[in-house]
């Protein structure tokens, strides 16, 4: 890992209009449009952001690619997967902002927790957020560039619903939900709201990671074995 790299990424991400709109704008809207107090759906909503902004880096890996940036980098010290990694790296700085934002928003409408539940459910959002990462640069290895948003922000937004994110699902609707891996992660972010950890989320949590890493290592073996 370069940290002069990554400090660059991450300026570079910062720089990127969308990214606000999406990840520093899009949740806290959600929140004053439908008046939101409970504190499970700010957390919810919070996590959404973080998963929209960690996916984002599939964007920049597909700009990239088609810039011919990743060949570039094969003349350099740094190695592939330091470089992807960086990029995963940026935007979770992004997703933690995105979270801050998105919980003080909440907090500012009269939801009142404890300080440590409110940091409880920040740590949470961020670490289930990262397996998404891998979801994003599978995307960056595998579209081009126009593609990436148009495939990804849908993709999310139908798994957030379809998983129970926003609204809890009952009956079949419930037991299809606990496959996707957006339920996990919500389960496992609202859990410093309840009284435990649900062991099924922290199940689907792990699988859902072991499988949107290996598609991400394949596409990205694939890919810089051609560069």
Do not use: H
Request: a positive charge; charged letters at 10%.
């Amino acid at each position: 890992m370069n940290p002069t790299y990554l400090v660059l990424e991450i300026r570079r991400t910062f720089r990127a209009r969308r990214s606000y709109l999406l990840t520093l704008v899009l949740p806290p809207v959600v929140l004053s449009v439908v008046g939101v107090t409970q504190p499970e759906l700010v957390v919810s909503v919070a996590l959404y952001g973080a998963i929209l902004a960690v996916t984002g880096c599939g964007a920049g890996v597909a700009a990239e690619r088609a810039q011919g940036w990743t060949r570039q980098l094969r003349l350099t010290p740094l190695r592939p997967g330091a470089y992807a990694a960086t990029k995963v790296l940026a935007a979770m700085v992004l997703g933690a902002l995105s979270i801050v934002v998105t919980l003080a928003l909440g907090a500012a409408r009269g939801v009142d927790l404890p300080p440590a539940v409110w940091l409880g459910c920040a740590l949470a959002c961020w670490v289930v957020s990262a397996p998404f990462a891998a979801l994003g640069l599978f995307a960056g290895y595998l579209l081009r560039v126009e593609a990436v948003t148009r495939v990804l922000s849908p993709v999310v937004t139908l798994l957030a619903a379809a998983g129970g994110l926003f609204v809890p699902l009952d009956g079949a609707l419930g037991q299809s939900a606990r496959l996707l891996p957006t339920w996990g992660a919500g389960e496992l972010a609202r859990a410093p709201l309840t009284t435990g950890i649900d062991a099924g989320a922290v199940a689907n949590v792990v699988l859902w990671t072991l499988v949107l890493v290996a598609a991400a290592a394949w596409r990205f073996r694939r890919d810089t074995a051609r560069v």
